[in-house]
């Protein structure tokens, strides 16, 4: 027997199975072939494999439901997650609650209400007061997307300290002075991140950062507001980075509508490489994260490691810089 105790999915790749298989076979359910059945259970027993509290829950049909929890739905950004996690979740056999509070003055309370009906919910990150998320999780598994720990509750989020690396290259490889951020720190963890890792950029490359961000949306028609104001300076900034793509996209065409030539007149980048970031002209120079695998990851912990022993409480996925036409770079 190994000392090692594995999840449900590493079972099922080594009985060479479903998920959804090994979840009934452990429970003695469904209709399951003798040689099938006899080769999961033998993998079980060389494993010592024991279904954690919610993979049990799931098995016994408690809800059959799991939920996942977005400030809104729009955007390419929000449809990658859902397809990462819906998927993963469908592979036990569970359904999937997709929830957009659209910050909603009542989001908190329906969201507690929702963990009566669900065994499990991913909260994305700035989605609820933390107060509602330490209640939620005293009631309900939960996993935190895109955002911290806190207080046990486990998180799965993405590398944003490579926007330092993006920031020194517009200011030591391009030699670009008066860069600007545009995204709204408050209430997003991962836009905070990303406007700590400017400034720290602009540590590394001994320039002196901007002393506040564009605070504005995440939309592409927030970029294109952000640009009406940045291009109204007396002192126009020289390169702009942004939160996300879309907001990119949005300031790269208030940008082109203004008579601006990128990166001529101005550099414009992103973060999360969406299909629309290599199609535009110039490309757009971005930070890749992998979004579907933040789903992805976020529902097999939320499914089959949430209390197991030595769980990570805190899984940071790779993110690259991606280099295109946008930034100056060929």
């Not at 049909?61 to 979740?89: C, N, T």
Request: hydrophobic letters at 40%.
């Amino acid at each position: 027997m190994s000392n090692k105790r594995l999840t449900v999915r590493q079972i099922a790749e080594i009985a060479n199975v479903s998920i959804a298989t090994v979840s009934r076979v452990s429970r003695g359910t469904g209709q399951v072939s003798p040689e099938t059945r006899e080769r999961v259970l033998r993998v079980i027993e060389e494993h010592g494999y024991r279904p954690n509290q919610l993979g049990r829950a799931l098995a016994e049909q408690k809800h059959g439901a799991v939920a996942i929890v977005f400030p809104g739905l729009a955007g390419p950004y929000f449809s990658e997650l859902i397809q990462g996690f819906e998927y993963e979740a469908m592979e036990t056999g569970a359904s999937v609650h997709i929830v957009g509070t659209h910050r909603r003055a009542a989001a908190d309370d329906d969201v507690l209400a929702m963990s009566a009906r669900v065994d499990g919910i991913a909260v994305h990150g700035g989605t609820i007061k933390e107060e509602t998320l330490r209640r939620l999780a005293a009631d309900v598994p939960v996993v935190v997307l895109a955002g911290r720990p806190l207080d046990g509750i486990p998180a799965v989020r993405a590398d944003n300290s490579r926007v330092a690396e993006l920031t020194r290259h517009l200011l030591v490889d391009h030699g670009y002075r008066r860069l600007a951020f545009v995204g709204n720190p408050d209430g997003s963890p991962d836009v905070t991140d990303r406007w700590e890792a400017f400034r720290q950029g602009h540590r590394d490359a001994r320039v002196p950062a901007p002393k506040t961000p564009v605070k504005i949306g995440l939309q592409q028609s927030d970029g294109v507001i952000a640009a009406g104001e940045l291009f109204e300076r007396a002192n126009p900034p020289r390169a702009i980075v942004c939160a996300n793509d879309e907001t990119a996209l949005g300031v790269l065409i208030g940008a082109l509508g203004r008579g601006l030539k990128i990166p001529g007149d101005v550099a414009i980048t992103g973060f999360d490489d969406v299909a629309m970031s290599s199609l535009v002209q110039p490309g757009l120079t971005t930070i890749r994260q992998p979004i579907r695998e933040l789903g992805a990851v976020t529902a097999r912990l939320l499914l089959s490691g949430l209390g197991e022993p030595g769980a990570v409480m805190d899984t940071v996925l790779a993110t690259e810089l991606v280099l295109r036409g946008s930034c100056g770079c060929r």
